[in-house]
């Protein structure tokens, strides 16, 4: 006898390339605030972006990857989590991070090469960004087993590109959280392009959802450019990891308009019309689209949206650039809770010298 | 339990001394820390239900049940990843691994987050945990299971590397692993596992870390070794006496950091020193050691600093694994060597 196993991957959208509804939208579109608000976070996220840009082009800043096209994942991700929950981003997800409470400066130092970027002031449990290729799958299921442990009814996000998820840590994550039932979410932001390397000759599967058939795990694809299906997919998963039902993996199909990194040049791999293309379905311009076609926005509103991101993001560089460096003694002081004999007179070396050539910038 | 209750079971128990080898004073370690700290949580494979392939973890799940005492699926990395999320929520993960040569697959984990995380989040979030594994040869096991590379974690900034030589340091050092908030790679010499018993008192005492242990005081030479070779580093100390030599043994117990200063005092009291260990030499934490007395105690030196180790290869399978392991000879012949310079 033989026995046939079934399985499926839904696939939603609500709104077409031009903002349109294709039907009846899902019941948090009646939210026009939380909407507006979402819309709000997308322009300043790209306004960032674009100001960050030029200041890496400008030797102000570091190597930076850039958030453009992934405004709408992260902004449905920063919307829909309770504040007690806990994220666990990758570097792409800025407009996540603003929603959670990350400062604009500390992502500037960050990217500025600051390790106070990551000192968090407002989301002290989430988790720094790892910059090791899909290692956060890991911790996403440490930090969900410990709310399993304690009986929490906090969920975990997790984000991952599509170039992550070809990643062992990826698969051994969502096979864990399979298997303990833990209260995680998976985002796969896939955004075509890990790098040079496309989709296609990524991963061989269909889809990158269906991996999570193989861990015991719901799979659903989201048009990643689409506020409202993002949104209802992560309220549902988040809804599901509360209630103690387990994980859940999303896709959410996007891309990537930027290049890579500012190290990186995409021109070299990929083609004028596919970005162009993909420009076509921008999900900002969608919503604002969308919101405009309901009578919520206007072009007034959005020149003094525009003025008013400017003008953080041109104040949150400024502080940032009026911030000294930290004392090179910190390398010792955040090294353990207390610095073993063994290193002190390593880090009186470094003191000393510092002071010697006149350093500045705090207390060594 | 109420309290005065836990107190007095205590106070029985820590008047309680037991006879016990290397291997059950780890899982004496883990069920008191276990039950004084309800964040302690152990994982691994196979760890649960069989108590670990070693046995170190006998008898905890039937006391601590399946929360707190977790069977993993068989994936290192994994394992690695999330004691280190299980850890930034205060939680006190005490992982397995069950070998030694099985860590590699969770080396990324280790290096590029446990040891750097309250680093890179300028203290917001940290990592206590403590990655336990078996290391070492002679005990027959077949490929991958009788290395010790210790050095690699030794070299890591962040990283806490302890190795315990005897049951009751066994004891102390894991309790002290356990409390300690920042990372550990805790490696038990499996060789020793079983090798000897030791009295030891069950009352929760910790014993310091980043410290040397001087077993053996001497005059003539230091002795500086850790793990299953300060079995035949102490029975060289033995054979040497007899020839009126007299030998200062010490422990290094902690590798990283070290602690040079126990070390210079000895060298600068005997003005020699011969290094034993069973890594390979090369880049061995042996040659960190030398490095460090000869910098700080070159004049103090009467002679070059010896290494007597292991060789620069793979370690042979188990019919040639005695030929690559130090002996007490080995050791005596290293030290008349020195000795008549
Ligand atoms: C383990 C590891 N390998 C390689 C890299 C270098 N690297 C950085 S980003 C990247 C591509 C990641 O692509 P994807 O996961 O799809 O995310 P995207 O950048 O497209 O958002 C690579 C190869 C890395 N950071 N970590």
Known sequence: ?????????????????????????????????????????????????????????TGKCGTYPSVLGHEVVGTAIGQSMAKTDVLVPYYRDQAA??????????????????????????????????????TQCCHAVGVASAFRIRGEHRAVVCCVGDGG????????????????????????????????????????AETIAQKAIGAGLPGHIVDGNDYFAVTEAVDQALERAHGGKG???????????????????????????????????????????????CGH???????????????????????????????????????????PAALQDQRERIANKYRARGGQGGAV | MNASAQKAMDK????????????????????????????????????ATNGGVFRATVGLKERFGFKRVMDTPLAENLIAGTAIGMATQGLRPVAEFQFMGFIYAGMEQIVSHAARMRNRTRGRLHCPLVYRAPFGGGIHAPEHHSESTEALFAHVPGLRVVIPSSPQRAYGLLLAAIRNPDPVVFLEPKRIYRAVTQSV??????????????????????????????????????????????????????????????????????GRAVIVHEACRNGGVGAEVAASIAEA????????????????????????EQAYLPHVEDIVEAVEQVIAL
């Open chain 2, 12 to 47: 029985r128990k820590a008047s309680e001394v037991k006879e016990v080898t290397l291997v059950e004073a780890v899982n004496m370690a883990l069920a008191w820390e276990m039950e004084h700290d309800e964040n302690v949580v152990v994982l691994g494979e196979d760890i």
């Open chain 2, 201 to 270: 008192a069950d009352n929760g005492e910790a014993l310091p870390l980043d410290t040397c242990f001087t077993l053996r005081e001497g005059d003539d030479i230091t002795l500086i070794s850790w793990g299953a070779s300060i079995l035949e580093t102490l029975q060289a100390a033995d054979k040497l006496a007899e020839q009126g030599i007299s030998a200062e043994v010490i422990d290094v117990a902690t590798i990283s950091p070290l602690d040079r200063e126990t070390l210079l005092c000895s060298v600068a009291k005997t």
């Open chain 1, 297 to 339: 926005w206007g072009a007034d509103q959005e020149k003094q949206l525009q003025a008013e991101c400017r003008e953080r993001v041109d104040k949150a560089v400024e502080e940032y650039l009026a911030t000294e460096p930290e004392p090179p003694t910190a390398m010792f002081d955040y090294l353990f809770e207390t610095l």
């Open chain 1, 1 to 57: 006898m033989k026995q046939r196993h079934e399985f499926h991957v839904d696939s939603t959208r609500y709104l077409d390339d031009h903002g349109k509804p294709f039907g009846d939208l899902p019941p948090q579109a009646r939210d026009v605030e939380r909407t507006l608000a979402a819309y709000r976070n997308m322009v300043l996220s790209r306004t960032f972006d674009s100001k960050t840009i030029a200041l890496q082009r």
């Open chain 2, 297 to 320: 105690a070159f004049l103090d030196l009467q002679a070059p600093i010896v290494r007597v180790t292991g060789y620069d290869t793979i370690m042979p399978y188990y019919r040639n």
């Open chain 1, 97 to 134: 991070h603003i929603l959670r409470g990350v400062s604009l400066k500390e992502m500037l130092l960050y990217w500025g090469g600051d390790e106070r970027g990551s000192a968090w002031e407002n989301c002290r449990e989430d988790l720094p960004i790892a910059v090791p290729i899909a």
């Open chain 1, 165 to 204: 998820s070809s990643k062992g840590d990826f698969l051994e994550s969502i096979n864990l959280a399979g298997a303990w039932h833990l209260p995680v979410v998976f985002m796969v932001i896939n955004n075509q392009w890990a790098i040079s390397t496309p989709r296609s000759i990524q991963c061989g």
């Open chain 1, 247 to 293: 994980a859940s993996v999303i896709e959410a199909v996007t891309y990537r308009l930027g290049d890579h990194t500012t190290a990186d040049d995409a021109t070299r791999y990929r083609s004028a019309d596919e970005l162009k293309k993909a420009w076509e379905r921008d999900g900002v311009k969608r919503l604002q689209n969308y919101l405009h076609g």
